[in-house]
């Protein structure tokens, strides 16, 4: 289906949940970064919420986010109860101003802790910030979730879940240690349909070791017979020497370039098949969800939790690692817990890395989302215009952008080289640098 030009995918680049990424944060920034950002929003200011729960009860090998295992008690309840501290300190400092629309709650897995302890956060949430109309979402792993959970989930008014299936193939499972029978998946979406979640999402993957074409089509066709609204499929980025734990997984029977280039071209053709809407580059969704109907009307925005339809410009993380989102700055919470701990139970915000983003960085984040989002980007306004279009002449000669003047359009094979055309637009990237995954 997409014509495969290895030359122009063979570059590491970002995924682009935020420009600058994280790769640029600096450690030059701390309590009075927020505390500024904070004194700034005005009162009718859209905001989003993101509450990081970094734990979960087995750790996958392949996965990078920053999480331990849920196995002590004390330290769990010790980090809960900062956790509310945290939001008393936030709320605090917005002294009423701005308009809390949404909160997501991801990790790790939210639901290692307790149901309650999920209920009491979201009864706290709601009184700190005066908001009884919060749309909630919530990541979950469907090893440990139950009618306990699902009861809570219903009771808190949870409307959107998003889970971590992966695969439903045992050997894939097996090969990248999240092993969870098929039944326990099926479970859990009836649960979460009986607790009035309208609103479910499937993560899955391509490229994990000993992964074929049958093994992907098989999951999809799984994934499909249960209708979920939304799923995100991923390519697995193996980066052993950045996350220590996939030094697992076996790298020899990874696929090959050329393979995962036709496994994200299988998931594409399938899911559009089977009725999903294309959104973004790895987003899909039926045409009656609001993030396909963002898609269509070009309102979809890319945020750290990938492709949405949130229209807030001000996302505000609590937790550890968690990281906030302003117009001029993005800031986050410091990695490590204990120093999170320390700076939260002294009163003051973790900040411990970010950027600001002056107005030309805040145009070149506007044209990458741009180019992400709607296929297309207006470069009158940025200064290095004729060098992004020298960078792009690649991508142009392969027939995969055209130019309308300043107006850059990708056309309707460059769906999978959009990361790769993204980051002619990104004034920190070196060809050498290797933090990356591949854009398929």
Known sequence: MWPYHPELLARPVPRYTSYPTAAEFRDAVGHGDMAAALDEVEGDTSISLYLHIPYCRAICWYCGCNTGAANRTARLDAYLARLHEEIDLVAA????????????????????????????????????FASERMTLSLEIDPRGFDSDWAAVVADAGVTRASLGVQTFDPALQAAIGRVQPHDEIIRTVGLLRAAGVGSINFDLMYGLPGQDEAALAATLEQSIALAPERLAVFGY??????????????????????ERFAQAALAHERLTSAGYRAVGFDHFALADDTLARSADSGTLRRNFQGFTED??????????????????????????????????GAGRFATARGVARDPVEQRRARAIAAVLCHGRA????????????????????????????????????????????????DAWRTEDDMRFSHAV
């Open 93 to 128: 400092r917005l002294g009423g101003r701005g308009r809390i629309g949404r909160i997501a709650f991801g990790g790790g897995s939210p639901n290692a802790i307790p149901p309650a302890a999920f209920a009491a956060l979201v009864a706290h949430l709601r009184a700190a």
């Open 237 to 258: 980025a193996h980066v052993p020497h950045l996350i220590p734990r996939q030094r697992r997984i076996d790298a020899r029977a990874l696929p090959g370039a050329a």
């Open 311 to 344: 229209q807030a410009e001000t996302l505000i993380g609590l937790g550890a690692s968690a990281i906030s989102e302003f117009p001029d700055r993005l800031l986050q919470n410091a990695k490590n817990a204990g120093e999170w701990h320390q700076a939260i």
């Open 378 to 425: 207006e470069l009158a306004d940025l200064p290095e215009r004729e060098a992004i279009r020298l960078r792009l002449h690649r991508f142009e000669q392969a027939g995969l952008i055209d130019w309308q003047g300043t107006r850059l359009r990708l056309n309707g094979d460059a769906l999978p080289y959009a990361r790769s055309i993204a980051a002619a637009f």
